[in-house]
């Protein structure tokens, strides 16, 4: 049976020789040292010291390591929450949306760009489709990073189609809380399913149209456009600058638009 890669089975000159030998040499380099010193007092002394010496080399090294091993890095990225999640007091918030290639390692580069500037990577999320995914990230960056610098890191890692833009704390919690809490508010009718969409997707322009016998109220999506059925028999239009809709986000929210109609036909209730 042929074999691949490199031999590593032991030979007359393998590591067990090479071991062998260095543990001879030494041992026997012990010992000369050892006679040579040994047989006077000021050898003795010798020998003592360069032990302690020794020894407490080793136990400083020992406590480094240990040190170093448990602190955790200041620049290493997270892909989840996590406990605190506000940026320092002179930090800036960030949301970096591109689209990189799905494929193994695609999101390495631009991880080790953003740390390479300082920033800490407080949320991410990943929207999939087809051969690319659109990445988005929740940074906190130091006061000297500006947009240009996210861009620039953004570009040398290979991310195409960037949108880089402000963020706000209350944007640091993952989709699928937000959508609850939301939901759960539609329920109570304590919002409505305008302000529901646009916490949802940061948009800034949603909407609603009234019910008419030329309009089309069927969901649809087109780049940075959403059309959305309302309870009422209307629509809703989500417009967000610059920043086109994901198939993931686009499906989240008809499903909130379908659980509204279905509160609306069990309640009466508008929510809007």
């Known amino acids: 049976m042929g074999s691949h890669g490199t031999d590593d089975r032991p030979g007359f000159l393998g590591r067990e020789v090479l071991e062998l030998g260095t543990l001879l040499f030494a041992a026997g380099a012990a010992h000369l040292l050892v006679v040579s010193l040994g047989h006077s007092d000021d050898g003795v002394r010798g020998l003592i010291v360069l032990g302690t010496m020794l020894l407490v ?5 020992r406590w480094h390591r240990h040190r170093r091993g448990h602190r955790r890095p200041r620049n290493a990225p997270t892909r989840t929450v996590t406990t605190d999640h506000r940026p320092a007091v002179d930090d800036r918030l960030w949301g970096v949306r ?35 995914a659109v990445d988005e990230f929740f940074v906190s960056a130091p006061a000297g990073v500006d947009e240009a610098d996210l861009y620039r890191a ?11 833009r402000p963020a706000d704390v209350h944007e640091l919690s993952d989709t699928t809380s937000r959508t609850l809490t939301l939901v759960e508010a539609l329920v109570s009718g304590t919002t409505t399913v305008e302000r529901c969409l646009s916490a949802l997707t940061a948009a800034r322009d949603v909407r609603h149209t009234p019910a008419s016998d030329d ?23 989500v417009h967000r600058a610059d920043l086109p809709f994901t198939p993931v986000e686009f499906a989240r929210c008809r499903a909130l638009a379908q659980v509204a109609r279905s509160l609306h036909e069990r309640t009466g209730h508008p929510f809007v």
Do not use: K
């Open 98 to 132: 591109v689209t990189v290639a799905d494929v193994p390692g695609g999101l390495a580069a631009l991880t080790v760009g953003f740390a390479a500037l300082g920033v800490d990577i407080r949320l991410m999320q990943v929207h999939p489709g087809g051969g690319d």
């Open 154 to 164: 953004v570009r040398e890692a290979g991310g195409r189609s960037a949108v880089v």
């Open 215 to 237: 309009r089309n109220d069927h969901p649809e999506m087109t780049g940075t456009m959403m059309v959305l059925p309302a309870p009422d028999g209307g629509t809703f239009s």
């Open 57 to 61: 080399l080793s136990l400083l090294h």
